[in-house]
């Protein structure tokens, strides 16, 4: 039966039809700017380390950008460190005493009752 | 298997514009005709295929070869600017498939044979991406089974599933231009 061919049928109908469809064109400003994005990769390859790391960080950004971003968030740590700091310190003390009392072996005056 | 493009990338890599010129004209139309076809959008389809070459120069320099075909690895990329930019726009196929022209009869032979392209692509345009996928890299690009489950992630298996059901929905989508 002609069932057995119909995968293989499907296939060379859809090629041919596709075929029929119009070729794309290739615009010279398509062109132009794929080289460009080129030229600007390569450059910013050259122009050392410190921008390979700017563009890890933030690709594509002006220079102050990932700066301002560093800085700003340095600010808030410095200020988060200063007040932070005091409360957990005292949280760490209370915790030592209470430890210190569980630990330290029981102490009783007997004559003190008497 | 011996890459062709291996060459032309390592230059490019290092900064040769020539290479980059090279391995542009190259692959350039190909990939643009798949972006064509997955986007239904020439403005979009350029910029999709932008973007890829944009992330090609961007690793060139750290292309090494033997793990895939430079080629198979840049359709994968421009397959996924293209599925990035159609998660973008939901029910875009349907909008789009809503504007298949008229099949009357023209007068002119070219209008008419332009007017068939236009409902193939919309036809086209409005399968599921993942079967487009398949069915533009297999019957357009004439890609291999392998070379296409490779390039869409996904086993040959599921491929020719793919492509079967979108088959059928072609078929049964352009039963009256098989017809005619």
Redesign the interface.
């Known amino acids: 039966m002609g069932n057995g061919n119909l995968p293989n049928d499907d296939a060379a109908w859809a090629t041919g039809m596709l075929k029929a469809l119009p070729t794309v064109p290739v615009s010279a400003a398509l062109q132009q700017n794929i080289l460009a994005s080129f030229d600007v990769v390569v450059a910013r390859r050259r122009a050392g380390v410190f921008a390979r790391i700017r563009d890890a960080v933030w690709p594509g950004a002006p220079v102050w950008r990932p700066i301002t971003a560093v800085a700003f968030s340095l600010v808030i740590g410095v200020l988060a460190g200063t007040v932070v700091p005091l409360e957990g310190a005292m949280a760490d003390n209370n915790e030592q005493t209470a430890s210190i009392a569980l630990d330290a072996p029981p102490a009783f005056d007997l004559n003190e009752n008497s | 298997m011996i890459d062709p493009d291996t060459d032309l990338v390592a230059r490019?890599g290092q900064?040769d514009?020539a290479a980059?010129?090279a391995l542009?004209a190259r692959h350039?139309?190909k990939m643009?005709?798949v972006a064509?076809?997955m986007l239904h959008s020439?403005t979009e389809?350029?910029d999709a295929?932008?973007d890829a070459?944009?992330k090609v120069?961007?690793h060139a320099?750290r292309w090494q070869p033997g793990k895939a075909l430079f080629e198979t690895w840049l359709y994968r990329v421009v397959m996924n600017k293209c599925y990035d930019r159609l998660r973008k726009r939901p029910n875009a196929n349907l909008d789009e498939a809503a504007e298949v022209p008229d099949a009357a009869p023209q007068a002119d032979a070219v209008m008419a044979?332009?007017a068939?392209?236009r409902e193939?692509?919309a036809a086209?345009a409005a399968l599921p991406d993942r079967q487009k996928a398949a069915?533009?890299l297999c019957?357009?690009q004439?890609c291999g089974n392998i070379e296409a489950a490779e390039i869409l992630g996904i086993s040959v298996e599921a491929l020719e599933s793919l492509?079967?059901r979108?088959?059928?929905t072609?078929?049964a989508r352009?039963a009256h231009?098989?017809d005619a």
């Open positions: 490019a900064g514009r980059a010129q542009m350039l139309p643009l005709t064509r076809r020439q389809a350029e295929v932008q070459f944009l120069w961007t320099s044979n332009a068939l392209g193939i692509e086209l069915i533009v019957h357009h004439e492509l079967a979108g088959r059928r072609l078929r352009l231009l098989k």
